[in-house]
């Protein structure tokens, strides 16, 4: 069976024909541009489904001969459709941070406690959307009076190529309104809260499941057959979390700009720290550890203070630095805040201290790679008392052109075994055939 997957990420599309987990042919990456001013991070919606149609386009014919069709996709991605489908506001992604007041309110209204137990986690700016569109609400209200229908970029396409009205409980898991921890469906009372409705919500189905067909309007817009099946689709590390094989106690790591520990488990037990999430398949959650700035905060030193240095180089010096350990940084420590903390709402900033005349550029960059390994570590006690157990394989993703992968575990207590998968989120779209 002949699978396109498509991969959306918060700058870029790839889309590939997959033969179960192996990419038969991929196109190349088609980048879109994100809008990056103060708090407001965002995106055209009509740029991201013009990188769809261009991935599509460069992978030729084999696009029409495809079996069925599925999306792994960044979350949040929060986008209002009128009864069209076409997009009323931007796609607000998950580094978008605007929501701070709005967040804070809605959690003294609901309760710390009791939005942990509905959503699996409390509601973060930029870890979740229901904040987004409660801004929205208060500060653009005449953008929505035409709203039909609210949702991710999943929600989006399905909504222009198949008419489907769809998401998965991944995605739902992000809105901030769906009842994760009890998977059976959205909340009136978080609805009410951020100024919603159900008539708003789109009907939330497995990530396995058909959704819709492309529509004739669509396989002539995209270059595909009408009729194909389109699957619901998932957020894109849950796709990677299935080709690890999703087992309980599965620990499956993306390094790369942002660092990603999620934990698979059907026992799930929020935390205030973490982001609980339904895989968006079956009866299956994923508690979730984020760096929302590790391999991004290195390369913003290299741009930075280290730009007179080639890149291998400066490789060689991040290897050289890391095994050197804490004694390499002298008196000079580092807070690992530069895009912010993914679990808390007032929104922390990257800070260096402990400078002093005698500080070096070698220094400053050790103390990144020293916070960077102690963050990555800390995550692991937060995860153990889920009560949960952890598998002692280790599934990653990413970061061995620079060997961050090895910095971001060598602090990790105890024996561990780790397996490098490449492409993770295309190939784990494989499974879900």
Same mark, same amino acid.
């Given at each position: 069976m002949n699978l396109l997957g498509l991969d959306i990420g918060s700058s870029s599309v790839i889309a590939g024909v997959l033969r179960g987990t192996t990419i038969a042919r991929e196109s190349q990456r088609i980048f879109f541009k994100t809008r990056h001013d103060g708090a407001k991070v965002e995106t055209d919606a009509e740029v991201v489904l013009r990188a769809v149609r261009d991935a599509i386009a460069t992978l030729g014919p084999a696009a029409r001969k495809v079996d069925a069709i599925a999306i792994a996709a960044m979350a949040p991605s929060w986008v209002a459709m009128d009864g069209k489908g076409k997009a009323l506001t931007p796609m607000v992604t998950h580094q978008d941070r605007r929501s701070v007041e709005i967040a804070l309110e809605i959690e003294r209204e609901i309760g710390k406690e009791r939005h942990l137990a509905i959503v699996?986690?409390?509601? /973060?700016?930029?870890g979740i959307s229901s904040t987004t569109w409660a801004w929205y609400r208060r500060h653009e209200p005449d953008r929505l009076k035409k709203a039909d229908l609210v949702?991710? @970029?999943?929600? /989006? &396409?399905?909504? *222009?190529?198949?008419? $489907?009205?769809v998401t998965d409980p991944s995605n739902a898991s992000f809105m901030g309104v769906y009842n994760t921890l009890a998977l059976d469906g959205w909340n009136d009372e978080l609805l009410e809260v951020v100024g919603g409705s159900r008539a708003l919500m789109p009907d939330v189905i497995d990530a396995d499941r058909i959704a819709g067909r492309i529509t004739e309007a669509a396989a002539s817009d995209f270059g595909l057959t009408q009729g194909t099946p389109m699957m619901t689709g998932l957020v894109d590390g849950s796709a990677g979390v299935l080709l690890a094989g999703a087992k309980v106690g599965q620990l499956f790591n993306v390094c790369g700009s942002t660092d990603v520990l999620a934990l698979c488990t059907t026992t799930p037990k929020p935390h205030e720290k973490l982001l609980t999430r339904a895989l968006g398949v079956g009866r299956k959650w994923l508690a979730v550890g984020t760096l929302a700035a590790a391999g991004s905060a290195i390369y913003w030193a290299k741009n930075n203070l280290f730009a007179d240095m080639p890149i291998e180089e400066f490789r060689k010096q991040l290897v050289r630095l890391s095994r050197l350990g804490l004694k390499a940084s002298g008196s000079v420590r580092f807070e690992p805040y530069m895009a912010g903390e993914r679990t808390s709402i007032e929104q922390r900033t990257g800070a260096f201290t402990g400078l002093t %005349?005698?500080?070096?550029?070698?220094?400053?960059?050790?103390?990144?790679?020293?916070?960077? $390994?102690?963050?990555? $570590?800390?995550? &692991?006690? %937060? %995860?153990?008392?889920?009560?949960?157990? &952890? %598998?002692? *394989? =280790? =599934? @990653?993703?990413?970061?061995?052109?620079?060997r961050l992968d090895k910095l971001m575990h060598r602090d990790w207590p105890g024996v561990w075994m780790y397996r490098a998968v490449t492409e993770a989120t295309l190939r784990g779209l494989g499974t879900l055939v």
């Open positions: 699996g986690c409390r509601p /973060f700016p930029g949702g991710h @970029v999943n929600t /989006f &396409l399905h909504r *222009q190529m198949t008419g $489907a009205r %005349l005698a500080s070096t550029r070698e220094q400053m960059l050790s103390a990144i790679l020293e916070a960077l $390994a102690k963050a990555s $570590a800390d995550r &692991l006690p %937060l %995860l153990k008392a889920t009560g949960t157990k &952890l %598998l002692k *394989q =280790v =599934v @990653v993703s990413g970061g061995a052109a620079d």
